[in-house]
């Protein structure tokens, strides 16, 4: 490291992307870019080395690559002493193990592994998580663009189970429903016990609506997302905190806190 | 005829109301006491002579009864010379012929009947039913208090029809979906091609929201219903209109073009 | 206390209501009597003794009543050593203090004054809070019948306040707004920097959006109330947890958590 | 023209776009390429010879150009026979009068000149003034981006002046409105007497919503615009239309009908 790479410690983060000429690597290095307090030191994507990031003193790495190559990328990072901000897909307990072993024997370094970079939509989620208890009945609303192939949406089932597990441990019973006659499909699909309806139409992007109802309320927490450039906060976020979070960090929920 | 009920012509409109002490007669009586413009005169329910409306010189009866009394009062209002504003359910089009066939020997004669007198409700239809030729998707999400039977409500199924019948005679082809993966239930109801979704909650009372998009924009036409009341200015509406329209009007449309 | 009064303890609740005969009270008794876990014991209002509370071996009171009987409700019910929820209006600092004074003397024994018992309201208010400091913009649009006399309402003033409060501890700086050519008032009232917009038509009745934007996405957190019965689970949980609480808990927040 | 031009009356229409390297040319020369019934036979802007859309044989030009060259581009196509769509702006009364008179001569060619393409913001104005006259309330809410310079918007106002004139003709009076204290803006801005209120937040794009109240309901038309390419839609209607329709069209109102 050399002495202007030392001073960068309380200078701006030194950042390097891994997968920066996908889809969202693109959006990350542009953000990293824009972002006063941090500096694009490393660019790196298929065919390019690792040590790049090393040789350009990189603090941070930020990984939007794929679940075949991401656990070796990790396996280096933590090698070279580079905490790491994670958007890449396929993490099973197993390879979150083998993460936390690696971490094991480098108690300053600090891993965030994120399925969701969305402030919005992880705030809509834990709001959802505390509102359950207080309901009597609840109900979850997706509307996206009709290219979409799964319904409902990933974010609406992981926010039912949520919801679910919440009322379950608050002691509440079935929502109330006195349908009697119902056109098949009408009340949505039942994610353990929370109906979940999926809309599809041209010209929607990404929204959600958690709606909680009680005697005489409503309750309604809606996110909209209108661009994949609404991850960008969460991983600078994400950036900012990991260096003083040793250890691995699952989802942003803790660094919204 | 006596000469202070002359006089009513071109004062207040006498108004008589048919079932009366019901839930809906009550909340008539109260709409028609409470109008600047119009005279309650007559008030009749189960037991009573209809006669009283003759007798208290009623220009316009509103009827809330029901389907097993309903066409004995109208050939009475017929036979008497007395408009008719009717919201009692049970027409077929056998019922209207009829109604139709005693309107033709009194030309001057008006009867409006509708099957709901929701200003907001029948303007979202009528809307909904000119935008739909416009946009590639259409989606119905209403939204009732989890007492309701019927999954979708009467009003979404019917919005439905509406806009199914005005997008094939536009030309216009089934709403683009793509979904492949689908948890059952999750894209709702098929109503004649048109997605319906039914949410029941606790605090609810009766809600509907008309969704369009088209290529970057979605339009949304919603209604929300507190209250029964709110009925009312549909009722006081056609009662000013009945004496103006000779006939057999169908609905609310066409008094509000 | 008699000895089937000793069993209560175990038992149902057994509340007494002050100011049984008022708008709320009324709700309140009704709620209480519908509560599977609660027995009401003791209904009181102008001109009936406090006493009947007392004979009737209520553990815990609802105090609906005015700011200048309140006070001597309360001292009344710490020297019999009856817990209280007191929904009635008027606690300045001055007063709390007295409150927390008498209850020095009463380790055992609980009061919560709450002005808002709205479940609803009060978390909108809390993630109103907590979202605050992730998003760059938030206003406040709330929505009420024609008959309010004050705009914004109080909910409004106070959530625009506690989202103020926490962008300046997080250190935010003011929301971009580059409007330079307005209608005096398009942009609604400013109070503490946060933007607040209060719609007034016929047919509404208490409706509350807290909208947070950041680059991309946006979260709403919105708040309908239908009927003041909207109360009555906020007045229920604190009944359930006042035994259990005690000295002075303010806000209904405490006990959401 | 050639045998294969001639052809082309019963093939796609042709179609020339001048202004064809501006923001919204862009997005209509992609559209028309985009359109099966539809040929993109030329493209002009600043420094191109208008002649080159006579030559490739244009029936309709869509002129998104400037105020300073939209009237010789008019004059020029009236010359050559060739319809026109126009979305450039600064029409007054004196220029449309002009453009009357050219096409005084041309019995058989039709221009289409419109502030708003968007169909989604033109059918919203047009359900909004039928609604009008039938509630007692009626206010505006607008949603944009931070950077947009004005408040209300354009469209906001327009809409408000709609519906002002609507209820005028109805014989309606002012909104009900018990507002006695008010934080200053609270209420909106008054536009000839409708409320309108103007929201601004980061990651918002374009929206509006037109509320209307009536005892017990209420009825909302929104309309969400995300993106420019939602100019479209009604673009390629007015191109398909304006050959059909001789004279001066206003707006995209008639052809919506």
Redesign the interface.
Known sequence: MTDEQEKGATGPIRVGVLGARGRMGIEVCKAVDGAADMELVATVDQGDPLSAVADAGAQVVVDFTTPDVVMDNLRWCVDQGVHAVVGTTGFTGQRLDQVRGWLGGRPELGVVIAPNF????V??M??AT??AR??????I?E?HH???????SGTA?HTARLVAAARAEAGLGP?????????????????DGV???????????AHQEV???????????????????????GVLLAVRAVPGRPGLTLGLDPL?D
């Open positions: 969305g402030i919005g939509a705030l809509m834990q709001f505390r509102a207080h309901f009597e009945s609840v109900e609303i509307q009709p290219r979409k192939l799964d319904a409902p089932t929502v109330p429903d006195a349908t009697a006659d119902e056109v098949a499909g009408a009340r949505g699909a039942d994610i109906r979940v309806h999926a809309v599809r139409a041209t010209g929607l992007l709606l909680f109802g009680t005697i005489g309320e409503t309750l309604t927490i809606r996110h909209d997302s209108y661009d994949r450039v609404s991850f960008m906060p919204l």
